[in-house]
């Protein structure tokens, strides 16, 4: 991993998400609850029609031609034999989402109707009918169709609803359910995540020396959230041994991406580059020109016509952990993912005028922690050093400041709610 230039933070972006872009992760089909929060490999077509019948979309009587009707029965949601056509001048009584009979014109809802008793049996000829009751007679006005959805008249049969690289959000499995999906086609891309450093402790209060690692319980939230799933992985020593088999069993046990934390730097126990040139990895950005978090790196272990596993180095501070991630990471695993582009927000203001004291650096770009006020100005909310998550964690976004920024106005690059 020696050479490498350090590259734009745009750049590094590019790189990251161009990277996934060439290898794409497998596709897997997997039941509705388990899709939510990855991405459809394909387009989301109806198996059947919303509605799938024509059915009542009111309490009351489905009725044929010109009134008073005779009511002839009763059909209630959930009959699945198709009830006999009306005659003009009958009516059925009949539940909201029931099948409506042929022959029907409209619903008349209950607060609608002016009912009479009939005298005679009710007619059970209607299939569904619940019968028994006395057989009435009903009045009301009507306008041609009114009350009754028709057949596929929202969604049609073979429709596509929904396009691949969108995310399965609980609303789009509900959709999914409703047009008879059981299983979803999804991509969902693997990644390891190594935390390193022999100061860092898991739990508890650390004493002087230790650090508690804040980057391990952070990371899977952003991996799910860019399309992705932290498996495996877990904590690292500092030895050039424990790195080589970490790097080697999250590869073995398939993970599409490995990230590595807290070995991007070049001191005595930063052991990911050795590793890195040890196993003939690819170097594809070694350092990126951004404040804070430069010490980052994107590297692979496949042929390129294969790229996977992909290596993410992140800074050990956290908040530089969290810039890399959002700078390499989430574009990355976007990509892997299959969707549209590299930002998991969508609809969102890409830039808005930045209010309060902001210092570009005079070389690198910085991302500074903005809380976004009325959706109209992004505002620096500070405690955003590079040992800090306090500041990202009242934050909305990162506002990005090149050297040489005047304002007003920066892009955001949003962060996980
Ligand atoms: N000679 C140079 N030294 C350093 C440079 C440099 O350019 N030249 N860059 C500095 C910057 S900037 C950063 S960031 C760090 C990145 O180094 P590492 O990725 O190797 O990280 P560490 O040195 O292990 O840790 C840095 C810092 O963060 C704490 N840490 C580590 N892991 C965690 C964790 N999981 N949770 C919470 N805190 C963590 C660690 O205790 C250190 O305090 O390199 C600088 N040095
Ligand atoms: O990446 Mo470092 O945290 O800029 O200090």
Request: aromatic letters at 2%; a negative charge; glycine letters at 14%.
């Amino acid at each position: 991993m020696a050479g490498e230039a350090v590259v734009p933070w745009e750049a590094a972006r590019e790189a990251a998400w161009g990277l996934g872009v060439r290898c794409l992760a497998v596709v897997g089909h997997v039941e509705l609850r388990e899709a939510i929060g990855a991405t459809l490999a394909a387009d989301l077509i109806a198996l059947v029609g919303v509605p799938a019948y024509d059915a009542a979309a009111m309490d009351g009587y489905a009725v044929a031609g010109r009134g008073p009707w005779l009511v002839r029965g009763r059909v209630l949601a959930g009959v699945t034999e198709r009830p006999g056509d009306l005659r003009p001048g009958e009516a059925v009584e009949i539940a909201t989402g029931a099948p409506v009979p042929g022959g029907t014109e409209a619903v008349v809802p209950y607060e609608a109707a002016l009912t009479e008793e009939a005298g005679g049996p009710a007619d059970d000829a209607i299939a569904g009918a619940a019968g028994g009751g006395a057989v009435t007679r009903v009045r009301g006005e009507i306008e041609p169709g009114r009350h009754v959805r028709r057949s596929g008249e929202d969604t049609e049969p073979g429709a596509s609803v929904l396009a691949e690289g969108a995310v399965v959000t609980p609303v789009a499995v509900g959709l999914a359910a409703s047009l008879g999906h059981d299983t979803l086609p999804v991509r969902r891309p693997k990644v390891g995540i190594l935390v390193s450093g022999d100061e860092i402790t898991d739990t508890g209060l650390p004493v002087p020396g230790q650090v508690r690692d804040a980057i391990g319980p952070m990371l899977p939230g952003l991996v799910a959230w860019a399309g992705g799933e932290a498996v495996g992985g877990g904590r690292v020593r500092d030895t050039f041994a424990d790195m080589m088999s970490a790097l080697r069993a999250s590869a073995d046990a398939g993970a599409d991406v490995i990230a590595v934390c807290g070995a991007s730097s070049k001191g005595p126990a930063d052991h990911l580059r050795d590793a890195l040139a040890t196993l003939g990895a690819t170097p594809v950005v070694d350092g990126v020109a951004c404040r804070p978090g430069h010490p980052q790196l994107l590297a692979h272990l496949g042929e390129p016509s294969s790229p996977g596993p992909v290596i993410v180095g992140l800074p050990g501070n956290p908040n530089a952990a969290l810039v890399a991630g959002v700078t390499l990471l989430v574009p990355l695993v976007a990509a892997l993912a299959g969707r549209p582009g590299p930002d998991p927000v969508g609809g969102l203001p890409t830039r808005l005028p930045v209010e309060g004291e902001v210092r570009p650096h005079h070389r690198d770009t910085r991302l500074i922690a903005v809380r976004v006020a009325d959706g109209t100005v992004a505002r620096p909310v500070g405690h955003d050093r590079p040992g800090s998550l306090r500041g990202a964690a009242m934050a909305d976004a990162f506002a990005v400041i090149p050297p040489g920024w005047r304002g007003p106005s920066a892009r955001l690059v949003w962060l996980p709610m």
